[in-house]
């Protein structure tokens, strides 16, 4: 009950509903396939590397004082990625694609094969940023572009946003007492900056913030996904 009355107060009227259908739907899907909630993707087909199967909070670690607000691990679903991606309008050789929550790091692969001229995956945890760094050194020579793609291990809130235009990419990695202070760290870096900025946010459930932020402009909502792009470029240049 008090989720729910967080969940209002933060979204409003307006986006509380679509937001809690999303919400009943993802947790829907986990709930129907326990522990094996299953997206392939093509990333799956390299030998040696593994992102498909989901792992539980508990199997993260995650504890009140540690990672509290984190998301599972949960691969995004190769498609959707696609769709969402290439529905932007860029020239994702130009861009930087930031993933904060990156888990194996499914979406870096598929960025990297986009094109885009550098790939970072922030994690929290610290079994998952292993798998991720495994699989990209097992991709190295059957993969595209593994060479632009790097993994951190730590915490989305001290990742400071690159100093070129980036595409930031969310896919449920954390809920507002996460998110926050992330978007926070992102506008102020905006306000300094002149580079491009889109952010594609899927499974949006604290999608408000980002609508009520000054420093941005809601485009679109594909594939689950709600897209934002950084106003005021033009005077930022
Ligand atoms: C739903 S998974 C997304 C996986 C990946 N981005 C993808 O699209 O396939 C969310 C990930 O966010 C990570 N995470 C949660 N809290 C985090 C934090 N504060 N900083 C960095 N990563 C975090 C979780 O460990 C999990 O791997």
């Known amino acids: 009950m008090e989720?729910?009355?967080?969940?209002w107060s933060r979204h409003g009227w307006k986006m509380f509903g679509p937001v809690a259908l999303l919400n009943i739907k993802h947790r829907f899907k986990i709930l129907l396939s326990p522990g094996?909630?299953?997206?392939?993707?093509?990333v799956d087909n390299i030998p040696g590397v593994e992102t498909n199967k989901s792992v539980?909070?508990?199997?993260?670690?995650?504890?009140?004082?540690?990672?509290?607000?984190?998301?599972a691990y949960e691969p995004i679903d190769e498609e959707?990625?696609?769709?969402?991606?290439?529905?932007?309008?860029?020239d994702p050789s130009t861009f930087c694609f930031v993933d904060l929550g990156s888990g194996k790091g499914r979406a870096l692969f598929l960025a990297a094969k986009i094109g885009f001229n550098k790939v970072?995956?922030?994690e929290f945890s610290?079994?998952?940023h292993l798998l991720a760094k495994k699989n990209i050194e097992a991709a190295a020579n059957s993969w595209p572009n593994t060479d632009r793609m790097e993994v951190i291990h730590g915490d989305a809130r001290d990742y400071a946003p690159?100093?070129?235009?980036?595409?930031?990419?969310?896919y449920n990695p954390f809920d507002a007492q996460i998110m926050s202070p992330v978007l926070k760290t992102w506008e102020k870096s905006m306000s300094t900056r002149v580079h491009d900025v889109w952010i594609v946010y899927?499974?949006?459930?604290?999608?408000?913030?980002?609508?009520?932020?000054?420093?941005?402009e809601h485009i679109s909502s594909i594939a689950g996904f709600a897209v934002f792009r950084r106003k005021n470029l033009r005077r930022a240049e």
């Not at 094996?36 to 093509?42: E, G, H, M, V, Y």
């Open 3 to 7: 989720r729910i009355k967080n969940a």
């Open 36 to 42: 094996k909630f299953d997206a392939k993707s093509s």
């Open 56 to 71: 539980y909070l508990s199997a993260l670690g995650y504890t009140h004082e540690y990672g509290a607000g984190g998301n």
């Open 80 to 90: 959707k990625f696609i769709t969402v991606i290439r529905s932007l309008p860029i």
């Open 120 to 122: 970072i995956g922030v």
């Open 126 to 128: 610290e079994n998952l």
């Open 162 to 170: 690159p100093d070129a235009a980036t595409v930031l990419y969310l």
């Open 202 to 216: 899927g499974n949006p459930t604290e999608a408000a913030l980002f609508k009520h932020s000054p420093s941005l």
